[in-house]
């Protein structure tokens, strides 16, 4: 029997989100009903609101969630009723040419439900990301449904699903920070300070912050940067030459996603490092850089998408290091919400003190 649930909805382009009653299907096979216990708010949520990812209105946001599996379709054996689950939107093939080669996280063929959720009249509607959290259930397939520690606040271990595994991914997985490098965070939203902390975790010696914003760069000092720049009044490139011996920073990670700090981390970085964008830049952005340069400097320019994370690896690892009391999660969390306040979310997360604003049920 489909059920009936409240959700959050995006209607159409630039339109106010609305709470709306949801009709969630029974899982079929390959498929499982979450009943969500949390979900953080997501810039890539505004994005699919503002019509910025496509046009396939209306959507049901929110892709950041904890929850309860409460049913599961026939043959689905990974995870059953009752399991404790982060979300994700990397349910591998295991099939593809990338996951054949053993580079699963690079899978091109990851898995969502098959069926729609839909409004009360039939009309389909688009789960953001294929997972669609702001709802009181979701249908995701059995492979989105990730089992980790239950004894972990269901608030925090949401926010694994999206920003805060791209951040430390960017570091741990994209970057290979090890034990004794620097590293340079550009832009310390919750993807960057999610970098900063993964370059704690690994034992980057030296951790550099830099924002635009002096409350974004106190909060960096928190998560474990121990140098901060705002590059509003200072040139970023000097300054982490500067607090590396002249050298520059051996892994810079770009997480605003705009050509002016994509040059700043390129030049920030000491001859032959790494340097990695996860911030996601806008279709009309260019770049344009001395060829020579790119030659002369060597080393890796890389993307990071989602952290090249592989969920069933890194999650319960990631959940079993804050329950441990290595990496706080819980600081990623400003406030919780209820599931009608999203819209003031969304404004309030152009305020400088807000990281993530996480939905409650
Ligand atoms: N690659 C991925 O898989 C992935 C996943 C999630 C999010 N993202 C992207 O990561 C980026 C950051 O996301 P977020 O949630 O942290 O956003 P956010 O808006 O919370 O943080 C951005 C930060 O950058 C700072 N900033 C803006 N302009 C700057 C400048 N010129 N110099 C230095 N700092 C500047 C802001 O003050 C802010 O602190 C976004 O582009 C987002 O789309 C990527
Ligand atoms: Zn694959
Ligand atoms: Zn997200």
């Known amino acids: 029997m489909a059920q009936q649930v409240r959700g959050v909805i995006a209607p159409g382009k630039d339109q ?21 216990q949390a979900c953080g708010v997501c810039h890539t949520d505004l994005h699919y609101k503002q019509g910025g ?5 209306p959507f049901l946001l929110g892709h950041e969630a904890a929850g309860v599996v409460e ?56 789960p953001a990301l294929g997972i669609g959290a702001f709802a009181e259930k979701t249908l995701v397939a059995a492979g989105q449904c990730t089992k980790v520690d239950p004894s972990v606040s ?5 926010l694994l699903g999206c920003g805060v595994m791209a951040g430390i991914g960017a570091a741990i997985n994209t ?3 090890g034990r004794g490098d620097t590293v340079a965070v550009i832009g310390c939203g919750g993807v960057g300070d999610a970098a900063i902390a993964g370059s704690r975790l690994a034992g980057a010696a030296r951790i550099i912050a830099v924002d635009i914003d002096d ?32 050298f520059g920073a051996d892994v810079v990670i770009e997480a605003v996603g705009r050509p002016e700090t994509y040059k700043q981390a390129f030049y920030a970085r000491d001859l032959a490092g790494t340097v990695v964008l996860v911030g996601v830049p806008t279709p009309e952005m260019k770049l344009e850089l001395p060829l020579l340069d790119v030659f002369g400097r060597g080393g890796a320019l890389k993307s990071s998408w989602y952290g090249d994370c592989l969920p069933s690896r890194d999650f319960p690892m990631l959940i079993d290091l804050h329950l441990q009391g290595r990496l706080d999660l819980g600081a990623f969390v400003t406030e919780t919400i209820a599931l009608d306040e999203v819209e003031k979310a969304f404004e309030r997360m152009h305020e400088g003190d807000v990281l993530r604003s996480v939905v409650v049920f």
């Not at 990812?53 to 209105?57: H, N, R, T, W």
């Not at 990397?90 to 699963?104: F, S």
């Not at 974004?216 to 590396?244: C, F, Q, Y």
């Open 71 to 126: 049913s599961v379709g026939e043959g689905v054996t990974d995870v059953a009723p009752g399991d404790f689950v982060i979300l994700n939107w990397r349910a591998v093939c295991g099939h593809c040419r990338a996951c054949l080669r053993g580079r699963p996280w690079y899978c091109f063929d990851t898995h969502n439900a098959e069926q729609k959720m839909t409004l009360l009249d039939g009309t389909e509607l688009s």
């Open 154 to 158: 269901p608030q925090v271990a949401g």
């Open 175 to 177: 970057g290979n920070v």
């Open 53 to 57: 990812i496509s046009d396939d209105f």
């Open 16 to 36: 106010p989100v609305r709470v709306e009653t949801i009709v969630v299907p029974d899982p079929r096979p390959g498929e499982a009903v979450v009943r969500v």
């Open 215 to 246: 409350r974004k760069l106190e909060k960096a000092r928190a998560m474990g940067a121990t140098h901060t720049v705002n590059s509003r009044g200072t040139d970023p490139v000097e300054a982490i030459r500067e607090l590396t011996g002249g």
